[in-house]
Protein backbone atom coordinates (compact mmCIF):
# COMPACT_ATOMS: atom_id res chain seq x y z
CA UNK A 1 0.00 0.00 0.00
CA UNK A 2 1.56 3.40 -1.00
CA UNK A 3 0.75 6.30 1.67
CA UNK A 4 1.81 10.03 1.56
CA UNK A 5 2.70 10.28 5.06
CA UNK A 6 4.68 9.00 7.76
CA UNK A 7 2.54 8.37 10.62
CA UNK A 8 0.07 5.86 7.91
CA UNK A 9 2.85 4.47 7.42
CA UNK A 10 3.84 3.61 10.83
CA UNK A 11 0.39 2.25 11.63
CA UNK A 12 1.44 -0.63 10.32
CA UNK A 13 3.50 -1.60 13.08
CA UNK A 14 3.27 -4.26 15.67
CA UNK A 15 4.24 -5.42 18.81
CA UNK A 16 6.61 -3.22 21.15
CA UNK A 17 9.88 -4.51 19.78
CA UNK A 18 12.40 -2.35 18.01
CA UNK A 19 12.13 -1.07 15.11
CA UNK A 20 14.98 -1.71 12.49
CA UNK A 21 15.92 1.60 10.48
CA UNK A 22 18.36 1.24 8.02
CA UNK A 23 22.06 3.11 8.36
CA UNK A 24 24.36 3.84 5.35
CA UNK A 25 22.72 4.98 2.70
CA UNK A 26 20.11 3.14 3.16
CA UNK A 27 18.62 5.81 5.90
CA UNK A 28 15.46 6.79 5.05
CA UNK A 29 16.52 10.21 5.43
CA UNK A 30 12.07 11.57 4.40
CA UNK A 31 11.48 9.58 7.27
CA UNK A 32 14.23 10.93 10.28
CA UNK A 33 13.11 14.23 8.70
CA UNK A 34 9.53 13.52 9.91
CA UNK A 35 10.84 12.31 13.41
CA UNK A 36 12.54 15.71 13.40
CA UNK A 37 9.26 17.52 13.12
CA UNK A 38 6.58 15.92 14.88
CA UNK A 39 7.96 15.08 18.35
CA UNK A 40 4.77 12.60 19.02
CA UNK A 41 5.36 10.42 16.17
CA UNK A 42 6.60 7.25 16.47
CA UNK A 43 6.38 8.01 20.57
CA UNK A 44 7.73 5.38 22.69
CA UNK A 45 9.25 3.32 19.60
CA UNK A 46 12.92 1.74 20.17
CA UNK A 47 14.90 2.03 16.80
CA UNK A 48 17.89 0.25 16.04
CA UNK A 49 19.98 0.41 13.56
CA UNK A 50 23.82 -0.13 12.20
CA UNK A 51 24.21 3.71 12.24
CA UNK A 52 28.11 4.69 10.85
CA UNK A 53 30.22 7.27 12.05
CA UNK A 54 30.89 10.21 9.28
CA UNK A 55 27.89 8.89 7.37
CA UNK A 56 24.77 8.69 9.32
CA UNK A 57 24.63 11.94 10.95
CA UNK A 58 20.83 11.99 12.43
CA UNK A 59 19.85 10.97 15.74
CA UNK A 60 16.07 9.49 15.80
CA UNK A 61 15.78 9.72 19.80
CA UNK A 62 16.25 13.88 18.98
CA UNK A 63 13.15 16.06 19.90
CA UNK A 64 11.49 14.16 22.55
CA UNK A 65 8.22 11.68 22.40
CA UNK A 66 10.15 8.93 24.69
CA UNK A 67 12.02 7.21 21.80
CA UNK A 68 15.33 5.47 22.68
CA UNK A 69 17.71 3.72 20.13
CA UNK A 70 19.83 0.63 20.31
CA UNK A 71 23.31 1.22 18.50
CA UNK A 72 26.27 -0.71 17.55
CA UNK A 73 28.55 2.22 16.66
CA UNK A 74 29.08 5.49 18.58
CA UNK A 75 28.17 8.20 16.20
CA UNK A 76 28.84 12.14 16.93
CA UNK A 77 25.02 12.25 16.29
CA UNK A 78 24.09 9.77 19.36
CA UNK A 79 27.30 11.06 21.54
CA UNK A 80 24.48 13.30 23.23
CA UNK A 81 21.22 10.59 23.45
CA UNK A 82 24.39 8.34 24.60
CA UNK A 83 24.96 10.82 27.13
CA UNK A 84 21.43 11.42 28.20
CA UNK A 85 20.83 7.58 28.10
CA UNK A 86 18.32 7.51 25.45
CA UNK A 87 20.51 5.73 23.11
CA UNK A 88 21.89 2.15 24.32
CA UNK A 89 25.07 0.42 22.91
CA UNK A 90 25.56 -2.79 21.78
CA UNK A 91 29.03 -4.65 22.08
CA UNK A 92 28.37 -6.58 18.92
CA UNK A 93 30.04 -8.14 15.81
CA UNK A 94 28.69 -7.16 12.31
CA UNK A 95 28.13 -11.41 12.04
CA UNK A 96 26.11 -11.28 15.30
CA UNK A 97 24.57 -8.11 14.40
CA UNK A 98 22.86 -9.91 11.29
CA UNK A 99 22.21 -12.87 13.40
CA UNK A 100 20.56 -10.55 16.14
CA UNK A 101 18.11 -8.88 14.12
CA UNK A 102 16.80 -12.15 11.98
CA UNK A 103 16.57 -14.21 14.86
CA UNK A 104 16.01 -12.14 18.34
CA UNK A 105 15.32 -8.90 17.97
CA UNK A 106 11.86 -9.24 17.99
CA UNK A 107 11.56 -6.24 15.48
CA UNK A 108 8.03 -4.81 14.89
CA UNK A 109 9.17 -3.30 11.96
CA UNK A 110 11.96 -1.87 9.31
CA UNK A 111 12.46 1.27 7.57
CA UNK A 112 14.57 1.91 4.76
CA UNK A 113 14.97 3.46 0.92
CA UNK A 114 14.88 1.36 -1.97
CA UNK A 115 14.70 2.18 -5.70
CA UNK A 116 12.02 2.55 -8.00
CA UNK A 117 10.19 0.18 -9.63
CA UNK A 118 11.15 -2.05 -11.81
CA UNK A 119 9.14 -5.04 -13.22
CA UNK A 120 6.83 -5.20 -9.74
CA UNK A 121 10.38 -5.39 -7.36
CA UNK A 122 12.39 -2.63 -5.40
CA UNK A 123 16.01 -2.98 -5.52
CA UNK A 124 17.98 -2.47 -1.99
CA UNK A 125 20.34 -0.54 -4.35
CA UNK A 126 23.91 0.35 -2.75
CA UNK A 127 22.74 -0.27 0.38
CA UNK A 128 22.67 -4.49 0.57
CA UNK A 129 24.04 -4.95 4.30
CA UNK A 130 21.51 -5.16 7.17
CA UNK A 131 18.49 -4.79 5.51
CA UNK A 132 17.57 -8.22 4.95
CA UNK A 133 17.92 -9.54 8.17
CA UNK A 134 15.09 -7.47 9.00
CA UNK A 135 12.88 -9.00 5.88
CA UNK A 136 14.26 -12.81 7.15
CA UNK A 137 13.26 -11.77 10.20
CA UNK A 138 9.78 -11.03 8.62
CA UNK A 139 8.85 -7.78 10.25
CA UNK A 140 6.30 -5.30 8.79
CA UNK A 141 8.21 -3.25 6.15
CA UNK A 142 7.95 0.57 5.20
CA UNK A 143 10.13 1.86 2.28
CA UNK A 144 11.10 4.47 1.39
CA UNK A 145 10.51 4.99 -2.25
CA UNK A 146 13.51 6.91 -3.67
CA UNK A 147 14.64 7.68 -7.44
CA UNK A 148 17.85 8.92 -6.08
CA UNK A 149 18.52 5.20 -5.00
CA UNK A 150 19.88 2.81 -7.85
CA UNK A 151 18.87 -0.24 -9.12
CA UNK A 152 21.89 -2.60 -8.11
CA UNK A 153 23.00 -4.53 -11.52
CA UNK A 154 23.45 -7.41 -8.77
CA UNK A 155 22.09 -7.51 -5.71
CA UNK A 156 18.72 -8.01 -3.56
CA UNK A 157 15.32 -6.95 -5.18
CA UNK A 158 12.33 -7.31 -3.43
CA UNK A 159 8.64 -8.10 -5.21
CA UNK A 160 6.69 -4.49 -4.29
CA UNK A 161 4.15 -6.66 -2.56
CA UNK A 162 6.19 -7.77 0.44
CA UNK A 163 6.03 -4.20 1.53
CA UNK A 164 3.38 -3.39 4.30
CA UNK A 165 3.70 0.08 3.41
CA UNK A 166 5.53 2.61 0.65
CA UNK A 167 5.87 6.45 0.58
CA UNK A 168 7.27 8.07 -2.38
CA UNK A 169 9.80 10.48 -1.22
CA UNK A 170 13.18 12.28 -3.00
CA UNK A 171 16.33 12.68 -0.97
CA UNK A 172 19.59 12.68 -1.49
CA UNK A 173 21.25 9.46 -0.07
CA UNK A 174 23.93 9.84 2.60
CA UNK A 175 27.89 10.39 1.42
CA UNK A 176 30.92 10.50 2.63
CA UNK A 177 34.67 11.87 1.78
CA UNK A 178 37.48 10.43 3.40
CA UNK A 179 39.70 13.83 2.73
CA UNK A 180 42.81 14.63 1.90
CA UNK A 181 45.76 12.17 2.55
CA UNK A 182 48.21 13.00 4.51
CA UNK A 183 52.37 12.36 3.99
CA UNK A 184 51.57 9.39 6.60
CA UNK A 185 48.79 7.90 5.54
CA UNK A 186 50.12 7.69 1.80
CA UNK A 187 53.36 6.16 3.58
CA UNK A 188 50.59 3.55 5.43
CA UNK A 189 49.08 2.92 2.09
CA UNK A 190 52.25 2.16 0.65
CA UNK A 191 53.41 -0.45 3.50
CA UNK A 192 50.22 -1.77 3.00
CA UNK A 193 50.32 -2.89 -0.31
CA UNK A 194 54.03 -3.91 -0.37
CA UNK A 195 52.18 -6.61 1.32
CA UNK A 196 49.33 -7.50 -1.57
CA UNK A 197 50.45 -9.63 -4.39
CA UNK A 198 48.54 -10.54 -7.50
CA UNK A 199 46.10 -13.16 -6.94
CA UNK A 200 44.93 -11.93 -3.41
CA UNK A 201 41.37 -11.48 -2.51
CA UNK A 202 41.11 -7.77 -0.37
CA UNK A 203 39.08 -6.32 2.01
CA UNK A 204 38.35 -3.02 3.08
CA UNK A 205 37.44 -0.69 5.50
CA UNK A 206 36.00 2.77 4.99
CA UNK A 207 37.77 6.06 5.39
CA UNK A 208 41.82 7.72 4.44
CA UNK A 209 43.39 4.45 5.13
CA UNK A 210 41.13 2.62 2.06
CA UNK A 211 42.12 5.47 -0.17
CA UNK A 212 45.73 5.26 0.65
CA UNK A 213 46.05 1.84 -0.09
CA UNK A 214 43.83 2.16 -3.19
CA UNK A 215 46.05 4.95 -4.38
CA UNK A 216 49.22 2.56 -3.42
CA UNK A 217 47.57 -0.18 -5.75
CA UNK A 218 47.43 1.79 -9.00
CA UNK A 219 49.05 -0.45 -11.66
CA UNK A 220 48.87 -3.53 -9.75
CA UNK A 221 46.73 -6.21 -11.38
CA UNK A 222 44.92 -9.33 -10.44
CA UNK A 223 43.39 -8.35 -7.46
CA UNK A 224 39.43 -9.11 -6.33
CA UNK A 225 37.45 -6.84 -3.87
CA UNK A 226 35.38 -8.77 -1.08
CA UNK A 227 34.17 -6.38 1.57
CA UNK A 228 31.47 -4.71 3.42
CA UNK A 229 32.03 -1.39 2.71
CA UNK A 230 33.58 0.49 -0.13
CA UNK A 231 33.88 4.70 -1.04
CA UNK A 232 35.06 5.92 -4.91
CA UNK A 233 38.47 4.72 -4.64
CA UNK A 234 37.71 1.62 -5.25
CA UNK A 235 36.11 2.53 -7.95
CA UNK A 236 38.77 3.96 -9.44
CA UNK A 237 41.25 0.74 -9.26
CA UNK A 238 37.89 -1.52 -10.46
CA UNK A 239 37.82 0.51 -13.57
CA UNK A 240 41.64 0.99 -14.33
CA UNK A 241 41.99 -3.19 -14.05
CA UNK A 242 43.49 -3.59 -10.51
CA UNK A 243 40.55 -5.37 -9.34
CA UNK A 244 38.68 -8.28 -11.73
CA UNK A 245 35.40 -7.90 -9.57
CA UNK A 246 34.01 -6.90 -6.39
CA UNK A 247 31.57 -8.74 -3.85
CA UNK A 248 30.33 -5.81 -0.89
CA UNK A 249 27.31 -5.18 1.09
CA UNK A 250 27.57 -1.17 0.82
CA UNK A 251 28.86 1.59 -1.49
CA UNK A 252 29.35 5.09 -0.09
CA UNK A 253 30.49 8.31 -2.24
CA UNK A 254 28.71 10.39 -3.96
CA UNK A 255 25.83 10.38 -6.20
CA UNK A 256 27.87 9.82 -9.78
CA UNK A 257 29.66 7.61 -7.72
CA UNK A 258 26.35 5.59 -6.49
CA UNK A 259 25.27 5.25 -9.90
CA UNK A 260 27.97 4.25 -11.55
CA UNK A 261 29.13 1.40 -9.15
CA UNK A 262 25.60 0.12 -8.77
CA UNK A 263 25.25 -0.17 -12.63
CA UNK A 264 28.77 -2.17 -13.01
CA UNK A 265 27.97 -5.70 -13.64
CA UNK A 266 31.47 -6.76 -12.31
CA UNK A 267 30.16 -5.51 -8.74
CA UNK A 268 27.75 -7.55 -6.35
CA UNK A 269 26.27 -6.87 -3.67
CA UNK A 270 25.41 -8.90 -1.01
CA UNK A 271 23.96 -8.96 2.95
CA UNK A 272 26.38 -9.21 5.82
CA UNK A 273 25.47 -12.69 6.05
CA UNK A 274 27.79 -13.41 3.29
CA UNK A 275 30.36 -10.58 3.01
CA UNK A 276 31.05 -11.13 6.68
CA UNK A 277 30.40 -15.07 7.05
CA UNK A 278 33.14 -16.84 8.29
CA UNK A 279 32.35 -19.75 5.99
CA UNK A 280 32.19 -17.33 3.14
CA UNK A 281 35.42 -15.82 4.05
CA UNK A 282 37.44 -19.04 5.27
CA UNK A 283 36.43 -20.37 1.43
CA UNK A 284 38.54 -17.56 -0.21
CA UNK A 285 42.33 -18.00 -0.85
CA UNK A 286 44.30 -15.60 -0.06
CA UNK A 287 42.03 -13.39 1.48
CA UNK A 288 43.68 -9.91 2.57
CA UNK A 289 41.91 -8.15 5.58
CA UNK A 290 43.39 -4.33 5.98
CA UNK A 291 41.36 -2.32 8.46
CA UNK A 292 42.02 0.64 10.76
CA UNK A 293 42.87 0.25 14.05
CA UNK A 294 43.03 3.10 17.00
CA UNK A 295 46.30 1.95 19.37
CA UNK A 296 47.97 -1.16 19.73
CA UNK A 297 49.92 -2.49 23.00
CA UNK A 298 52.99 -3.84 23.09
CA UNK A 299 51.18 -7.68 23.53
CA UNK A 300 49.75 -7.09 20.18
CA UNK A 301 46.21 -6.44 21.64
CA UNK A 302 44.39 -3.66 19.42
CA UNK A 303 42.21 -1.17 20.64
CA UNK A 304 39.76 -0.30 17.84
CA UNK A 305 36.96 2.25 19.47
CA UNK A 306 37.93 4.26 22.39
CA UNK A 307 39.67 7.20 22.30
CA UNK A 308 41.31 8.59 26.14
CA UNK A 309 38.33 6.34 27.82
CA UNK A 310 35.65 7.69 25.53
CA UNK A 311 34.05 5.16 23.37
CA UNK A 312 33.68 6.81 19.62
CA UNK A 313 33.18 3.36 17.34
CA UNK A 314 32.13 0.57 17.52
CA UNK A 315 33.05 -3.23 16.72
CA UNK A 316 31.75 -3.03 12.97
CA UNK A 317 33.20 -6.07 10.67
CA UNK A 318 36.79 -5.74 12.09
CA UNK A 319 36.91 -9.03 14.35
CA UNK A 320 35.04 -10.85 11.77
CA UNK A 321 37.40 -10.01 8.66
CA UNK A 322 40.79 -10.38 10.82
CA UNK A 323 39.62 -14.19 11.46
CA UNK A 324 38.45 -14.79 8.54
CA UNK A 325 41.78 -13.41 6.92
CA UNK A 326 43.73 -15.50 9.14
CA UNK A 327 41.77 -18.48 8.70
CA UNK A 328 41.71 -18.19 4.79
CA UNK A 329 44.43 -20.63 3.27
CA UNK A 330 47.34 -18.18 2.08
CA UNK A 331 45.63 -15.72 4.10
CA UNK A 332 46.72 -12.39 5.98
CA UNK A 333 45.62 -9.90 8.12
CA UNK A 334 46.70 -6.13 8.56
CA UNK A 335 45.86 -3.68 10.78
CA UNK A 336 46.88 -0.15 9.99
CA UNK A 337 47.74 2.83 12.06
CA UNK A 338 49.35 6.45 12.18
CA UNK A 339 52.51 5.67 14.54
CA UNK A 340 50.60 9.32 16.45
CA UNK A 341 48.09 11.05 17.38
CA UNK A 342 47.68 14.56 18.89
CA UNK A 343 49.76 16.53 16.33
CA UNK A 344 52.69 13.50 17.04
CA UNK A 345 52.90 14.48 20.48
CA UNK A 346 51.22 10.82 21.74
CA UNK A 347 52.03 7.48 20.63
CA UNK A 348 49.77 4.98 19.40
CA UNK A 349 51.81 2.20 19.70
CA UNK A 350 51.38 2.09 23.40
CA UNK A 351 52.85 0.23 26.76
CA UNK A 352 49.42 -1.28 27.09
CA UNK A 353 45.81 -0.28 26.39
CA UNK A 354 44.58 1.92 28.51
CA UNK A 355 41.95 0.17 31.50
CA UNK A 356 39.31 2.42 30.00
CA UNK A 357 39.56 0.51 26.72
CA UNK A 358 38.38 -2.94 26.49
CA UNK A 359 40.16 -4.82 23.99
CA UNK A 360 38.61 -4.75 20.08
CA UNK A 361 41.25 -7.64 18.56
CA UNK A 362 42.93 -10.05 21.12
CA UNK A 363 46.88 -10.15 20.72
CA UNK A 364 45.98 -14.12 19.64
CA UNK A 365 44.23 -12.75 16.36
CA UNK A 366 46.66 -10.46 15.77
CA UNK A 367 48.68 -10.55 12.46
CA UNK A 368 50.59 -7.76 10.61
CA UNK A 369 50.56 -4.05 12.13
CA UNK A 370 51.41 -1.56 9.85
CA UNK A 371 52.39 2.36 10.18
CA UNK A 372 54.40 4.86 8.15
CA UNK A 373 57.67 3.66 9.82
CA UNK A 374 56.78 -0.03 8.45
CA UNK A 375 55.02 -3.55 9.18
CA UNK A 376 55.19 -5.37 12.04
CA UNK A 377 54.60 -9.55 11.68
CA UNK A 378 53.27 -10.90 15.19
CA UNK A 379 51.06 -14.15 13.86
CA UNK A 380 53.29 -16.90 15.64
CA UNK A 381 56.14 -14.03 17.13
CA UNK A 382 57.13 -14.83 21.19
CA UNK A 383 56.02 -11.88 23.17
CA UNK A 384 59.58 -10.63 23.06
CA UNK A 385 59.56 -10.32 19.33
CA UNK A 386 56.28 -8.33 19.41
CA UNK A 387 57.64 -6.37 21.70
CA UNK A 388 60.55 -5.38 19.70
CA UNK A 389 58.67 -5.69 16.27
CA UNK A 390 56.11 -3.03 17.30
CA UNK A 391 58.55 -0.80 19.06
CA UNK A 392 60.65 -0.94 15.89
CA UNK A 393 57.22 0.88 13.64
CA UNK A 394 56.93 2.76 16.24
CA UNK A 395 57.46 6.89 16.09
CA UNK A 396 61.11 7.23 16.03
CA UNK A 397 60.59 9.82 19.39
CA UNK A 398 58.73 7.16 20.95
CA UNK A 399 60.87 3.89 21.09
CA UNK A 400 63.19 4.25 23.69
CA UNK A 401 60.56 4.98 26.22
CA UNK A 402 58.67 2.01 24.48
CA UNK A 403 61.38 -0.36 24.80
CA UNK A 404 62.07 0.41 28.94
CA UNK A 405 58.88 0.48 29.77
CA UNK A 406 58.48 -3.03 28.19
CA UNK A 407 61.81 -3.82 30.14
CA UNK A 408 59.78 -2.92 33.09
CA UNK A 409 56.31 -4.72 32.08
CA UNK A 410 59.06 -7.98 31.65
CA UNK A 411 60.55 -8.10 34.39
CA UNK A 412 57.34 -7.45 36.49
CA UNK A 413 56.45 -11.39 34.37
CA UNK A 414 58.93 -13.34 35.64
CA UNK A 415 60.02 -11.54 38.59
Same mark, same amino acid.
Not at 340 to 367: F, H, K, M, N, Q
Given at each position: ?????????????????????????????????????????????????????????????????????????????????????????? &??????????????????????????????????????????????????????????????????????????????????? &?????????????????????????????????????????????????????GGMISPASLTRLEDGC???????????????????????????????????????????????????????????????????????????LLDFVRGAGASPGGRS????????????????????????????????????????????????TIDERAERLVAIAAPA??????????????????
Open positions: MTVGKWADALSCLGGDGPVYVAGCCGEPTSFLDALDEDPELARGRVFTGVWIPGVNNRDPTAGGGRRHALATFATPALSGAIADRRASLQ &PMHYSTTFDWLEQHAGLSGAVFQVSAPRDGHVSLGVAADFTPAAVAAKAPLIGQVNPAMPFAADGPTLPVERFDRLIEAETAL &PEFDAGELSDAYLAIGANVADLIREGDTVQFGLGKLQDAVAKALSGRRGLTLHFEAATIGVAIGDARFYDKFASERRVSFRPVSHTHSAAVLISIQRLVSVNSILEVDLFGQGNGEFVRGRQVTGHGGILALPATYAGGSESRIVPDLDADAPVTVPRSDVDWVVTEHGAARLRHAFRDALWNAWEKARARMTG
